[in-house]
């Protein structure tokens, strides 16, 4: 194989969503190249595989709410089922944030999201310490998805449409010739092409730079810790998210069963570590136990006495941009474009991704959605992007 129309550099969800929206678009000759023996073994397969439109930005609420649907509507079943998202405000100040965000999250479309009591709270997850708690929102569309089974939907959805996938091909760089793309070089060889799409998630930086561009992302370590609690979890638990630290924890499932395998009192829980320092480390650090423990017992009691099952705690990479939105679109190299930078939302927002880079890959920009605010010309520019509720 020495040639496509576009080559993918990266089997995680992210490259497979683009293979999928380009070959139902009809441009069928797409090569997807990832360096590991099988797919989503980078940040996907470690996702937690949560989905929220509960968001600041309006850039971040309609890529989600566009995403959301297409979960929905998806002749694949990848799994989605909106538990919801309810988010916890420890001061008058973080409410009134959550009413104004949930108001202009019902503006772009998201019926249903609501301010919650502390009363109300308590009766939509028994058992939660809500003593520091003043009030919050809830997202009834928000819940969860199957990362793997989403990449799985992509990948067999491209694949029937004629794109192709190869594992075990290392990228090394990308060619160019009077300021475009000619081909991307192998460990194995050249593969010529007119387009490329840097999907490497974590990793996308050093592509970037093999053509001399600086793509400001960078890898930050994120740790999952599973747990059985004592006894079975709250019925229809949603996602419960602190928002004053970013502690986390849901129902949790092991996307290589799926959710029919769900234990009743399995948990995951999460805590974005301050201290955590950008690094391409992925070993799961047991210091991070205490830590989370102390928040999880905190909000919620019921947890108390859970039982660490330390094979399936877990630690990917964020890949974080500087104002924590995804990077998508061309840039001065013709035919090289980015899909990076989701900063923990890339399975998520994976869908308008995929559509909003093949409608600029084939006609010029996003038609469905103006995703030009997420452009990489805005780091130097100056006009990043606001947004608050990331963890
Ligand atoms: C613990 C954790 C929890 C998360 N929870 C959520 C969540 O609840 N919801 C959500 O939306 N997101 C979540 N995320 C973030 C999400 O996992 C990522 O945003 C998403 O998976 C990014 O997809 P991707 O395809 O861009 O990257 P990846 O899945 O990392 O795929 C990139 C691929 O590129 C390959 N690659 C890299 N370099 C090369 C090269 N030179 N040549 C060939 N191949 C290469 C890699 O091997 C990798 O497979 C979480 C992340 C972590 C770590």
Same mark, same amino acid.
């Given at each position: 194989?020495?040639?496509?129309? @576009?080559?993918?550099?990266?089997? =995680?969800?992210?490259?497979?969503?683009?293979?999928?929206?380009?070959?139902?678009?009809?441009?069928?000759?797409?090569?997807?190249?990832?360096?590991?023996?099988?797919?989503?073994?980078?940040?996907?397969?470690?996702?937690?595989? =949560?989905?929220?439109?509960?968001?600041?930005?309006?850039? %971040?609420?309609?890529? #989600?709410?566009?995403?959301?649907?297409?979960?929905?509507?998806?002749?694949?079943?990848?799994?989605?089922?909106?538990?919801?998202?309810?988010?916890?405000?420890?001061?008058?100040?973080?409410?009134?944030?959550?009413?104004?965000?949930?108001?202009?999250?019902?503006?772009?479309?998201?019926?249903?999201?609501?301010?919650?009591?502390?009363?109300?709270?308590?009766?939509?997850?028994? =058992?939660? %310490?809500?003593?520091? *708690?003043?009030?919050?929102?809830?997202?009834?569309?928000?819940?969860?998805? %199957?990362?793997?089974?989403?990449?799985? =939907?992509?990948?067999?959805?491209?694949?029937?449409?004629?794109?192709?996938?190869?594992?075990?091909?290392?990228?090394?760089?990308?060619?160019?010739?009077?300021?475009?793309?000619?081909?991307?070089?192998?460990?194995?060889? @050249?593969?010529?092409?007119?387009? *490329?799409?840097?999907?490497?998630?974590?990793? #996308?930086?050093?592509?970037?730079?093999?053509?001399?561009?600086?793509?400001?992302?960078?890898?930050?370590?994120?740790?999952?810790?599973?747990?059985?609690?004592?006894?079975?979890?709250?019925?229809?638990?949603?996602?419960?998210?602190?928002?004053?630290?970013?502690?986390?924890?849901?129902?949790?499932?092991?996307?290589?069963?799926?959710?029919?395998?769900?234990?009743?009192?399995?948990?995951?829980?999460?805590?974005?570590?301050?201290?955590?320092?950008?690094?391409?480390?992925?070993?799961?650090?047991?210091?991070?136990?205490?830590?989370?423990?102390? /928040? $999880?017992?905190?909000?919620?009691?019921?947890?108390?006495?859970?039982?660490?099952?330390?094979?399936?705690?877990?630690?990917?990479?964020?890949?974080?941009?500087?104002?924590?939105?995804?990077?998508?679109?061309?840039?001065?190299?013709?035919?090289?474009?980015? $899909? %990076?930078?989701? #900063?923990?939302?890339?399975?998520?927002?994976?869908?308008?991704?995929? /559509?909003?880079?093949?409608?600029?890959?084939?006609?010029?920009? $996003?038609?469905?959605?103006?995703? #030009?605010?997420?452009?990489?010309?805005?780091?130097?520019?100056?006009?990043?992007?606001?947004?608050?509720?990331?963890?």
């Amino acid at each position: 194989m020495s040639k496509a129309e @576009v080559v993918i550099i990266g089997g =995680g969800v992210v490259g497979a969503s683009v293979a999928y929206h380009l070959a139902e678009r009809g441009c069928s000759d797409v090569l997807v190249l990832e360096r590991a023996a099988s797919l989503g073994e980078g940040s996907t397969g470690k996702a937690t595989g =949560g989905a929220r439109a509960q968001f600041e930005t309006d850039i %971040n609420i309609q890529q #989600s709410l566009y995403s959301l649907d297409f979960f929905r509507d998806w002749d694949f079943d990848c799994e989605y089922d909106p538990k919801g998202y309810l988010l916890l405000a420890a001061s008058e100040r973080q409410l009134a944030y959550l009413s104004r965000t949930g108001e202009r999250q019902i503006e772009l479309g998201y019926e249903g999201v609501h301010l919650v009591t502390q009363a109300e709270i308590e009766a939509m997850v028994p =058992g939660l %310490n809500v003593s520091d *708690v003043v009030g919050g929102s809830f997202g009834p569309r928000d819940g969860f998805i %199957n990362p793997l089974a989403v990449l799985e =939907g992509f990948l067999v959805g491209a694949s029937q449409r004629g794109a192709r996938v190869l594992t075990g091909v290392d990228v090394r760089k990308i060619a160019t010739d009077k300021g475009r793309v000619t081909s991307i070089v192998t460990a194995d060889g @050249v593969i010529e092409c007119t387009n *490329v799409v840097i999907a490497a998630g974590a990793w #996308s930086a050093r592509l970037a730079a093999s053509v001399g561009i600086d793509l400001p992302v960078t890898p930050l370590r994120r740790q999952i810790v599973w747990a059985h609690a004592p006894e079975p979890l709250p019925e229809d638990l949603p996602m419960v998210i602190d928002l004053q630290d970013g502690f986390h924890f849901r129902p949790a499932i092991d996307f290589t069963h799926g959710a029919a395998a769900q234990d009743p009192r399995a948990v995951m829980f999460a805590w974005p570590d301050p201290e955590e320092p950008p690094s391409f480390a992925t070993s799961f650090d047991e210091s991070i136990l205490d830590k989370v423990g102390e /928040r $999880a017992y905190h909000r919620a009691p019921f947890l108390a006495g859970s039982k660490i099952i330390y094979e399936k705690c877990r630690a990917g990479l964020y890949e974080n941009s500087p104002d924590h939105h995804a990077i998508l679109g061309g840039c001065e190299v013709e035919g090289l474009y980015f $899909a %990076n930078g989701f #900063s923990g939302h890339g399975v998520m927002h994976s869908p308008a991704t995929g /559509r909003a880079l093949a409608e600029i890959i084939l006609d010029g920009e $996003a038609s469905f959605l103006d995703v #030009s605010s997420l452009h990489i010309d805005r780091f130097a520019k100056g006009e990043l992007l606001h947004e608050t509720a990331f963890i």
